[in-house]
Antibody, heavy 120, light 106 residues
Framework: QVQLQESGPGLVKPSETLSLTCTVS??????????WSWIRQHPGKGLEWIGY???????YYNPSLKSRVTLLVDTSRNQFSLKLTSVTGADTAVYYC????????????WGQGTLVTVSS | SYVLTQPPSVSVAPGKTARITCGGN??????VHWYQQKPGQAPVLVIY???DRPSGIPERFSGSNSGNTATLTITRVEAGDEADYHC?????????FGGGTKLTVL
């Protein structure tokens, strides 16, 4: 059974960089069968793609966040990561890492989610 | 980017059928996935590629997709089905979620 676990600071100051890591266990990240994604959810709101990455390093970024987002994959550690620069209060959200099928696109495994609050 | 439109809320009595829609331009040409999310929990996939059910999801959950509307149908609704439901489409260079629908079981 694949498991994903987010890790990183729960509190980030405005204008600083939000950094999160997702550790994948129970399966290899080095496969063309899946993409690896970050999705966030503002309090009481819907889900929002941040972006996704393939183990090759190819990426897709949400156009509304593209200028501030970097996704990286570390196959040696079976991890992928998110960096979001110049954060504001509007970036306060629960951040999920997740695995999606490269063939049909459905997200079949999610991390538990981690709340990141942007505040001074 | 591709816009998906869901009703904010749907209410249904126990034992009845709930239908949650997801609208998009020519969405019938795309694969649509549906997720159930209960408070404080991560989403769970309940329907993938329009109408396929993952293992462990009851047969009461079904999906369809045609024209400009995809629909998640839940028959014989139970109290435990009360949750937010999100639709999603994806292709190799883009992806998006609908705004989510809160299903209330009366």
């Amino acid at each position: 059974q694949v498991q994903l676990q987010e890790s990183g600071p729960g509190l980030v100051k405005p204008s600083e960089t939000l950094s999160l890591t997702c550790t994948v266990s129970g399966g290899s990240i080095s496969t063309t069968d899946y993409y690896w994604s970050w999705i966030r959810q503002h309090p009481g709101k819907g889900l929002e793609w941040i972006g996704y990455i393939y183990f090759s390093g190819s990426t897709y970024y949400n156009p509304s966040l593209k200028s501030r987002v970097t996704l990286l994959v570390d196959t040696s550690r079976n991890q992928f990561s998110l960096k979001l620069t110049s954060v504001t209060g509007a970036d306060t959200a629960v951040y999920y890492c997740a695995r999606g099928s490269s063939y049909r696109g459905e997200v079949d495994f999610w991390g538990q989610g981690t709340l990141v609050t942007v505040s001074s | 980017s591709y816009v998906l439109t869901q009703p904010p809320s749907v209410s249904v009595a126990p034992g009845k059928t709930a239908r949650i829609t997801c609208g998009g331009n020519n969405i019938g040409s795309k694969g649509v996935h549906w997720y159930q999310q209960k408070p404080g929990q991560a989403p769970v996939l309940v329907i993938y590629y329009n109408s396929d059910r993952p293992s462990g999801i009851p047969e009461r959950f079904s999906g369809s997709n045609s024209g400009n509307t995809a629909t998640l149908t839940i028959t014989r609704v139970e109290a435990g089905d009360e949750a937010d439901y999100h639709c999603q489409v994806w292709d190799i260079s883009s992806g998006g979620f609908g705004g989510g629908t809160k299903l209330t079981v009366l």
